[in-house]
């Protein structure tokens, strides 16, 4: 396959050489396949260049993939998180409670990248009258239980998607995959009723832990367009017409398992912990909650 790149701009003030390297890319061209692009696998330490504005302090990829190419990939993309899920569900379905403060109107709740539909069952439960999701992999969608299946559309967000205005939208691990996010947040304002919240929850790039792992982290990764601090993300949301409400660094609960995962051991050691810790029952339960490096985000169509 050749491998076409594409230079980018910085979200926030629309310069694209008013930045400094950070990190030089690493991939080659056996990096564009579904298993990268699939959501929360192992990570392998892959990216494009690094860069970060010097005027806005914002961090993003470039060059990156042609973004036609990419949506191709994502579509092929599969589910592979499926033990994290009671404990994604309760650090997401946390974070969703947050709104409880912003009397969220209960009508109609969006996911967008709702992977197997896991929250969409939680917006049920918290009191939400109606669910829907958007998901680019088919297979996730496959696994999908019955009371959410039919509520996601298998697609990317886009403007004209929906044919319902929504009160709620929830993002989870994804808007740093967005490579656009003005046009993203242009359609997000498009699809909410006035008033309306979002709900965004990601990496955060100036985390410590983060910033003790530099490079070696496993936010710096060929799927993260741009990367996020809670200063950047607010500037950006509050550019494109939001009003933001709340920022802060997220905890999240988490499984031993799931921290070998993310530990930025050699691989061959990993998967050899990952073995022993998955085939004891009791060390296989134990569950912490902890700073990961994400952050989350609330803000207001205006
Ligand atoms: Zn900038």
Known sequence: MKIILMSTHCAICGTEDNAYELYPTNFDNDAFNADVFSARRLPDMVHYRIVQCKQCGLVRSDPVIDQ????????QSTLTYAKDI????????????????????????????????????????QGYRKVLGVEPSQSAIEQAPPLVKDSIINDIMRPGLLTEKVSVICMFQLFDHISDPQAFLAACADALLPSGLILCFNHNVTALSARILGEKSPIIDIEHTFLYSPSTIRELFEKNGYK?????????FVSLLNILRLFPFPRALKLKLIDFVGSSTALGQIRLFLPLGNLYLIAQKM
């Open 68 to 75: 036609e190419i990419l949506k191709n990939l994502y579509l």
């Open 86 to 125: 009671p404990n994604l569900r309760h650090t997401y379905g946390t974070y969703l409670h947050k709104l409880e403060k912003y009397q969220p109107r209960k009508e109609i709740f969006l996911e967008i990248g709702c992977g197997n539909g896991f929250l969409l069952e939680e917006a049920l439960a």
């Open 244 to 252: 933001v409400l709340e920022v802060g660094s997220a905890w999240n």
